[in-house]
């Protein structure tokens, strides 16, 4: 890490003024001797923090934040103090020592591709305003662009000549080699001759944190392929490191302290000019870890917002991953089926798209969704791999509130218990990733069917006996598949019968199973909280529909052996599961 002595500081603190440099990211105003604004650092709505041009130290009288100039730097980039320096020492014009020694041929290079890269998007910028760049600019209007956005942007347009921009920097006096250094030319593999890279093309220079123009990104007018190129990587311009719109989206990521991510440099412009200066966009690559540090430099929280085709989704739970490595909180921007941010913003307008930003789901939320998409969450396997996708997400929550949250999320999206969840990450925590058969949330992912319905009908009989005569009237103890249920059941019909009181305390002592004792209590102090007809209705239809569906299973077996023989299906048989499987139909259908 480099040191600089104490008079290069006290150098650089003496040519930048700090109330002149706090006034680049904060609205200072005379108050007696010292500048008053509201703090960058924390939310407020009545002006705290103080500016001391003599002294050349700021304080936030409501979060205590306070220091000099380089402190403040530190703060508001996230940079360490080696790059504060750096930064600092640049507007200052001072070189640092290390800075004289470094300047190398590299440097050099460096500064000469920034200025080309400048030269470069000066002149695509005025292609764009000229009568040959008519076509350009209707379609940028098209698109919704207007001209604030297009110059703030600097957006501009190459000519479909193939050495336009060579010519014309070869009339500046720049030598072909830095136009291939800068990835503004190549020279053709079978002519030999120098080429443009960007040739009818709308233009996009690509920023780095300190404005300098690291790189394009071209777009056609039409639909060919490809539609979007980047300049090839330089000295300058390395794609998993940079963000497009960062430079200009920065000081908003900071003041919201959340990011914005999205695919496309027409959904950042878009966003931007709608007001929500806080988006971004890699660069025509999947989202690396190396952008979302960056992000992380600036914000606390991510929202990805992707477009929200099959494709979209599937770069949203690629990115999920990577942001949250990254310490960033992310949530997923639900935008309606098969549209992009910047149709959105379009065609509902600002409001429509701050609500939906609002309403970003969180990362267990969006995953259950699309989770669901994937697999059956009626089935059985189907809760069990949705759950077992969730875990890598649930370790790695450090909050207990939050984790817990999340559990009884997903076990009322699935029907299944905390429990049962709880215990099956613990497993996976240990390192048993693959969940045997005998998983805890196979087991009671059943009860949250038919079984469930039995342990309903149990409860609501033990606090409302008067019952009993309605659903002896549809079942019959066979009906009941778990034998403690059928002891139970039968106990409670044959007390009901004799005119015994029906209570726990009698089917326990009647019975005199410890196994019967436990369930009861399960039922009586978890299962069902109060007496619910309706519940009791719904239960009595589930456990008629699973009767019928294993009488069908059956038929299926026997008719599938028949045919599997060649042999001819007995007309009883296929008329018997016709009537089972229209008995089922109507049950399904019918409103509890």
């Excluded at 300047?103 to 200025?115: D, Q, R, V």
């Excluded at 190129?229 to 003041?255: H, M």
């Excluded at 890699?282 to 085709?309: C, P, V, Y």
Aim: glycine share 4%; charged share 25%.
């Amino acid at each position: 890490m480099a040191r600089y002595s104490e008079e290069i500081l006290d150098e650089i603190r003496d040519k930048i003024d700090i109330v002149t440099l706090i006034s680049r990211y904060v609205v200072l105003k005379k108050s007696g001797k010292s500048y008053k604004g509201l703090c960058p650092f924390h939310q407020e709505k009545t002006p705290s923090f103080m500016v001391d041009g003599q002294k050349q130290m700021y304080h936030c009288f409501g979060c205590g934040e306070g220091g000099n100039i380089f402190t403040f730097i530190m703060k508001i980039e996230k940079t360490n103090f080696p790059e504060t320096v750096k930064i600092l020492a640049n507007r200052a014009g001072v070189h640092l020592p290390d800075d004289r020694k470094q300047h190398s041929k590299e440097s050099e290079e460096k500064e000469a591709i920034f200025n080309l890269n400048k030269i470069a998007a000066d002149y695509f910028q005025k292609n764009l305003f000229t009568y040959r760049g008519k076509v350009a600019l209707q379609y940028l209007i098209k698109r919704g662009f207007n001209e604030e956005l297009i110059k703030k942007f600097c957006i501009g347009y190459s000519l479909p000549e193939f050495d336009d921009l060579i010519l014309f920097l070869s009339s500046k006096k720049i030598e072909l080699q830095n136009l291939f250094k800068a990835g503004l030319a190549f020279r053709s593999n079978n002519t030999k001759k120098a080429i443009d890279y960007f040739r009818n093309r709308v233009m996009f220079p690509i920023f780095n944190l300190q404005g300098k123009i690291i790189a394009f990104g071209g777009r056609v007018l039409d639909n060919k392929l490809p539609k979007y190129i980047n300049s090839p990587e330089t000295i300058v311009y390395n794609k998993t490191n940079s963000l497009y719109g960062l430079f200009q989206a920065r000081q908003s990521i900071r003041q919201d302290n959340q990011v914005i991510i999205m695919e496309g440099y027409t959904d950042v412009l878009i966003a931007h000019q709608f007001g929500f200066s806080n988006a971004v966009a890699s660069l025509g690559t999947a989202l690396t870890s190396q952008q979302a540090n960056l992000m992380k430099r600036f914000a606390d929280e991510a929202i990805i917002a992707f477009d929200s085709d099959a494709a979209g989704e599937n770069a949203t739970l690629r990115s999920i991953n990577i942001v949250k490595k990254a310490g960033l909180a992310v949530k997923i921007l639900n935008l309606p089926p098969n549209t992009d941010p910047a149709d959105i913003l379009l065609k509902k307008g600002k409001k429509y798209f701050a609500n939906l930003i609002e309403n970003s789901l969180p990362l267990i939320d969006y995953k259950l969704s699309i989770l669901s998409q994937k697999y059956n969450p009626s089935h059985i396997s189907g809760k069990l791999n949705i759950v077992k996708s969730l875990f890598e997400d649930l370790i790695e929550i450090s909050s207990e509130i939050e984790l817990q949250n999340d559990i009884k999320k997903i076990a009322e999206e699935l029907n299944l218990t905390e429990e049962s969840i709880l215990i099956d990450l613990n497993r996976y925590k240990k390192g048993k990733n693959k969940l045997i058969k005998n998983s805890t949330i196979v087991q009671t992912s059943v009860e949250a069917t038919y079984i469930n319905a039995e342990k309903t009908l149990i409860g609501n009989i033990l606090q409302n006996s008067d019952i009993i005569e309605k659903i002896t009237s549809e079942l019959e103890v066979e009906d009941f598949t778990i034998f403690e249920h059928r002891v139970i059941f039968s106990t409670i019909f044959d007390l009901y019968k004799t005119g015994e009181i029906i209570s726990p305390q009698s089917i326990i002592n009647k019975v005199e199973q410890p196994n019967i004792a436990n369930l009861i209590s399960q039922i009586v102090f978890k299962d069902v909280i109060s007496f619910d007809l309706k519940a009791v209705n719904r239960s009595i239809k589930a456990i008629k529909i699973h009767r019928l569906q294993q009488k069908l299973n059956k038929l299926k077996k026997i008719i599938h052996l028949k045919e599997k023989d060649d042999k001819d299906v007995d007309a009883v048989i296929l008329q018997e599961y016709q009537e089972t499987l229209n008995k089922i139909n109507t049950l399904t259908k019918s409103v509890s």
